[in-house]
């Protein structure tokens, strides 16, 4: 469902969700539909396509850490992104759909660029991590929280006073801290693998939505007219059977297809329940649990948090109108763990927004679930990178020659962590 309203909000600004008739539709749909029972917070403008970690619904939906400008050694990096041609989503009619799942097409790399900005949409976001490497948005973050002078955590003899006659380089420094979150994400990346593989292969939106749309036409069950309350449809979908006769989402699906298909000569013109996908080659092949990026940069901001004391984050910034600029944002203080979750939060469901996952791929039960939720299983890709990284620490800390005290910081599910 949250799939289905998030490639209808693409192309809204961020910062305009507050004064949206289409987001206040979104939330009213969901909230109605049981998501915060089943996720643990309520959706409003606010907290819409959010994390459930403290500090995601704080500030910015974007994450500092994918705003910032910073230098890279030598190289000032301005975080502009390319991005992607606005009202323009793939995989909208059932020919298509058909020709990429089977292989007989593939698009990929054909995305039409119109120019580079700032993340300001979930369009936009959704190409940030289309492309990016596993270890880039954490190696980022260190690099970041460097050239702003972050205080070390105290578990480092070098920032606890134990070691004064040197400074910390290779074993504690800019480089050990740089490569450990960089290593942890690629580690964290091939346990989401084997989990994919081995262990959940769960199907992907992109394809569920495709049964819904085989039921619209008939193809599956005995009911096009009324699908919602066909037998089969019912043992196909089952609790999520009496979420689709109550949604609203899939009138405007269908009417956002068609004028798609139309605008594009793709198929016959006529609407569809297929979820719009934001890149040209769909989904990936590999299954949807856990999603990769929600595992690798869970691991690689947990080994940020390890290494830099939380506290309040220095300048923080936001887009301009256009998305061309940076400006100081003036609102709640930000605090650096805070923004480090919110990039958790943000590499994680801006998949999601793409048309690749499913929220509980990725997002665990946070800090700012409510009490009855939480008493869920543990589970998601964040989760699954937490605890890699959290075991990587361990191992770690005994390698080091200098005495190194207990990394302490709170995990996404509010627990206090000491290592």
């Known amino acids: ?105 593939d698009p990929t790399g054909s995305d039409i660029i119109d120019g580079t900005r700032h993340i300001i949409t979930l369009r936009d976001a959704g190409q940030w991590v289309h492309i990016d490497l596993p270890h880039q948005s954490g190696l980022w973050a260190t690099i970041i929280l460097l050239g702003l002078g ?12 134990s070691i004064t006659t040197s400074d910390a380089f290779g074993s504690l420094g800019r480089p050990d801290i740089t490569i450990q979150s960089g290593f942890a994400g690629v580690s964290a990346l091939k346990h989401a693998w084997f989990q994919k593989w081995c262990v959940h292969r769960r199907l992907r939106p992109e ?31 089952g609790e999520g059977a009496e979420v689709w006769r109550k949604t609203t989402v899939l009138e405007r699906i269908l009417d956002h297809n068609q004028k798609q298909n139309v605008a594009q000569g793709r198929g016959e013109g006529d609407g569809t329940w297929l979820l719009p996908i934001a890149y040209p080659e769909g989904s990936p092949t590999h299954p949807a649990y856990p999603g990769g990026h929600s595992a690798f940069i869970a691991a ?42 919110k990039l958790i939060a943000n590499v994680t469901l801006f998949r999601d ?52 005290g207990r990394f302490k910081f709170q995990g996404i599910s509010g627990n206090e962590i000491e290592i």
């Open 300 to 341: 690689a901001a947990t080994m940020a948090k390890a290494f830099f004391a939380d506290g309040e984050f220095p300048h923080p910034q936001v887009p301009t109108d256009n998305g061309q600029k940076l400006r100081d944002f003036q609102g709640p203080k930000l605090t650096i763990h805070g923004e480090l979750n």
């Open 150 to 161: 972050a205080d070390i955590s105290n578990a480092s003899p070098y920032a606890n006073g």
């Open 207 to 237: 394809v569920y939505a495709q049964r819904l749309e085989l039921f619209r036409r008939g193809k599956l069950g005995n009911s096009p007219n009324n699908p919602f309350h066909d037998e089969t449809f019912k043992q196909f979908f």
């Open 1 to 105: 469902m949250e799939r289905y309203w998030m490639a209808l909000c693409r192309d809204l600004r961020f910062d305009r969700y507050a004064n949206s008739p289409l987001i206040a539709d979104a939330c009213e749909d969901l909230n109605n539909l049981g998501f915060e029972q089943e996720f643990g917070f309520k959706c409003s403008p606010d907290t819409i396509f959010r994390g459930p970690y403290e500090g995601c619904d704080v500030g910015p939906h974007v994450s500092q850490f994918l705003l910032q400008n910073f230098q890279f050694g030598n190289q000032p990096i301005q975080q502009l992104q390319r991005y992607p041609r606005k009202n323009l989503d793939y995989l909208t009619d059932l020919e298509t759909w058909n020709k990429v799942n089977n292989g007989d097409i």
């Open 353 to 404: 927004g793409a048309g690749m996952h499913w929220r509980t791929d990725g997002t665990a039960l946070g800090t700012n679930s409510n009490a009855r939720s939480r008493k869920g299983l543990e589970t998601g890709g964040n989760l699954l990178g937490e605890k890699m990284a959290i075991s990587m620490l361990r191992d770690i800390k005994r390698t080091y020659r200098e005495e190194v």
